[in-house]
């Protein structure tokens, strides 16, 4: 009688998948990268002329990565239907397939393993939260919709037309940090509502600030309400460095863009401190734009630059090498500038791994941004594009902001096929992406020591 291989359990898969979790991440994100193309490439997702396959590719990756960089019009190109496809790739793309996968394996009651329950939380959720993965997953979604069904009503009575589906659609992309608009001049038409710009910049900063801070903040608000004693509620150090970090990026970020864009942000003092406050929030993550970033100073698209490159903080929907990584990595610098060996941040040392991760993700994502420049300016510097507008672009995509000097829709195919690869990496991250693609043995052995020259 011939052997007959065991079928693997459920379990079991879930546990090889979960042994590599960065490997499965990127898997999912392209699984629905691929499945929004082809959803995206359906008659009934185009209004008149159909989209062609790679702008249906671009979009769906922009969506998936919540990005906001669109090469066709999301209000005229697509039909209500594929409006709601791209509103579905947002969401899934933002909360992760991990989380609603995780979730999953608790509903079904598989039982991973501790080794791939740390790996889940070490990966998606920061090791911040201290409970069970199901409840983590429950947390953050039932957060999430509360949030952006909030906004949704606060947008409904701001927006000129009385479609709910406008507002759903906005507030969803503002939380998500998308970027994405169903207007054709993004939010420019609607930059004078003070109650419309006030909501999408908290949607967009609440976002920002990842699930592990969110879900802190509302811990410590509970147990304020509480009246516990002061000791239970402090914040972790990982709260507080995203905390004073975005308001310092936030703060640093409107007073640097003002003088340097002064007269093109509106007419009026107040609306041009609003306008400069608007985009320095929207730049570092969300991508919606209330003024024409094409005709803006060359001083403030270089302002544009590290904010996007940056991002959002880690846990959240945005890119970008994260709040954390920067300060970190900042931190380091400015320690071994004073000849410390040791790093500290807010009254606590941080640990040597930590400083040699941060270190890579940043020499990574300007490896990865310098290539891109280069490879836009084969693509698409025989136009005549200037070398700002082609660094902006790459650097957009990368921190999965969305905005642009208007050079996406006349990208040529080379240029959108490294724009979408930019997007994968700035949103699963460019460590990720490296611990996914190589894995290699440890080494067991070491090299003789020789010094060379350095400076």
């Not at 054709?184 to 908290?202: C, E, K, W």
Request: aromatic share 8%; with cysteine.
């Amino acid at each position: 009688m011939a052997n007959v291989l065991p079928r693997p359990s459920i379990a079991s898969l879930w546990s090889r998948l979960l042994r590599r979790p960065q490997a499965l991440l990127l898997a999912t994100f392209v699984a629905l990268i691929l499945a929004g193309t082809i959803a995206l490439r359906l008659p009934a997702a185009h209004q008149q002329e159909p989209v062609r396959l790679l702008d249906a590719l671009f979009t769906a990756t922009s969506a998936v990565c919540v990005t906001g960089l669109i090469t066709v019009d999301t209000g005229t190109a697509y039909s209500r239907f594929g409006q709601i496809v791209i509103l579905i790739l947002i969401q899934l793309g933002a909360l992760g397939l991990m989380t609603f996968a995780a979730l999953a394996a608790e509903v079904v009651r598989v039982r991973l393993s501790l080794s791939s329950q740390a790996a889940v939380h070490d990966a998606f959720f920061q090791r911040q939260t201290r409970i069970s993965l199901r409840t983590a997953a429950l947390r953050i979604i039932t957060l999430t919709f509360l949030l952006e069904g909030l906004g949704a009503l606060l947008l409904r009575s701001s927006l000129p037309a009385t479609d709910a589906f406008e507002a759903v659609f906005l507030a969803v992309s503002a939380f998500c940090n998308a970027g994405f608009s169903l207007y054709a001049d993004s939010l420019s038409s609607l930059r004078n509502s003070l109650p419309l710009m006030g909501t999408v910049m908290a949607l967009i900063t609440l976002g920002g600030l990842g699930y592990p801070v969110l879900l802190e903040l509302l811990s410590r608000g509970w147990a304020r309400l509480r009246r516990r004693p002061s000791r239970f509620v402090k914040f972790s150090l990982h709260t507080r460095v995203v905390l004073w970090s975005s308001l310092f990026l936030t703060a640093g970020g409107a007073l640097t863009l003002l003088p340097a864009s002064w007269t093109h942000l509106g007419d009026s003092a107040g609306e041009r401190l609003l306008q400069g406050l608007f985009q320095s929030v929207t730049a570092r993550t969300a991508g919606f734009h209330t003024v024409e970033i094409a005709a803006l100073p060359l001083a403030a698209l270089l302002i544009f630059v590290p904010l996007m490159l940056v991002g959002g903080s880690p846990g959240s929907c945005a890119g970008g090498v994260k709040t954390v990584t920067a300060t970190v990595w900042l931190t380091r610098l400015t320690a071994r500038l004073r000849g410390r060996e040791s790093t500290s941040i807010l009254g606590r040392r941080l640990p040597f791994d930590l400083l040699q991760r941060a270190s890579l993700v940043i020499t990574l994502a300007v490896m990865w941004n310098v290539v891109g420049v280069m490879i836009l300016a084969l693509s698409e510097g025989g136009a005549g594009t200037p070398l700002e507008n082609l660094m902006f672009e790459q650097v957009s995509a990368f921190g999965t902001v969305g905005l642009s000097t208007g050079l996406t829709p006349s990208l040529s195919a080379v240029g959108k096929i490294w724009i979408i690869l930019t997007m994968l990496v700035g949103r699963v991250g460019p460590l990720t992406m490296a611990l996914a693609v190589v894995s290699q043995p440890r080494q067991h052995y070491e090299f003789p020591v020789e010094r060379v020259m350095i400076g």
